[in-house]
């Protein structure tokens, strides 16, 4: 059905705004509506800036390995999807899984990597 308060908002955007699926904004561009969106998440993560990406195969897995490497570990649940597991894999960390939806696993492995006398960092 049509929602006559949604339908022409939606029409309106896809007249007047980029839309790609699966698309960067190096491929299409950085508009003024993704400079907003990433200053008001910045604003309510704290943060001076945020980037705000699609969400997809390849966020996952080239994203981990720019902002987490040979130094660090990564503490994932075991079902993780493929994407985040190839992300952690090629960053170099040391992984650690803990068992699906298990968080006294998941304690446990904090635990000891906090306590260890020999962090990963």
């Known amino acids: 059905g049509v929602n006559f308060y949604c339908t022409p908002k939606v029409e309106e955007a896809m007249r007047n705004l980029p839309i790609a699926l699966g698309s960067s904004s190096a491929e299409l561009g950085h508009s003024q509506e993704h400079i907003e969106l990433e200053t008001l998440t910045a604003r309510f993560v704290g943060k001076e800036a945020a980037f705000v990406v699609g969400m997809g195969f390849a966020t996952n897995s080239l ?5 987490v490497g040979k130094n660090d570990l990564i503490i994932s649940d075991e079902q993780n999807h493929r994407s985040i597991a190839e992300g952690a894999r090629m960053s170099g960390a040391k992984i650690k899984a803990f068992r699906h939806n298990d968080t006294v696993h998941l304690e446990e492995l904090l635990q ?3 306590l260890s006398s020999n962090p990963p960092r």
Not at 63 to 67: K, M, R, S
């Open 63 to 67: 994203v981990l390995p720019a902002i």
């Open 112 to 114: 000891e990597a906090v």
